[in-house]
């Protein structure tokens, strides 16, 4: 359970980044929001919600009441309480 987030990329002025978060709740389901900012103008948010579950030592994923996705293997890591990693990149608290 928790929010954990990175900055996917920014520019070497600081003008622009995109910024990515996972808040985790304790129903199997998580948040996934990302954002990016282009010289101060915030673009739309991708919100999308999702319902997870754990399947001997692998993690799957699909949309949340979304009859139509398909479980897909979902690469989550767990490090520490302050630390996960998805997909190879690393998140924090």
Do not use: C, H
Request: proline content about 1%; glycine content about 4%; charged content about 30%.
């Amino acid at each position: 359970m928790g929010n954990y987030s990175r900055i996917a990329y920014y520019s070497d002025s600081g003008r622009w980044y995109k910024y990515i978060s996972y808040s985790f709740t304790n129903q199997n389901k998580y948040i996934y929001y990302s954002v990016e900012t282009y010289y101060g103008y915030r673009e739309e948010p991708v919100i999308l919600a999702y319902e997870w579950k754990k399947e001997d030592e692998i993690y799957y994923s699909r949309l949340w009441d979304n009859q139509y996705d398909d479980w897909e293997v979902f690469n989550l890591e767990y490090v520490d309480t302050e630390t996960i990693i998805i997909n190879d990149k690393e998140y924090t608290k």
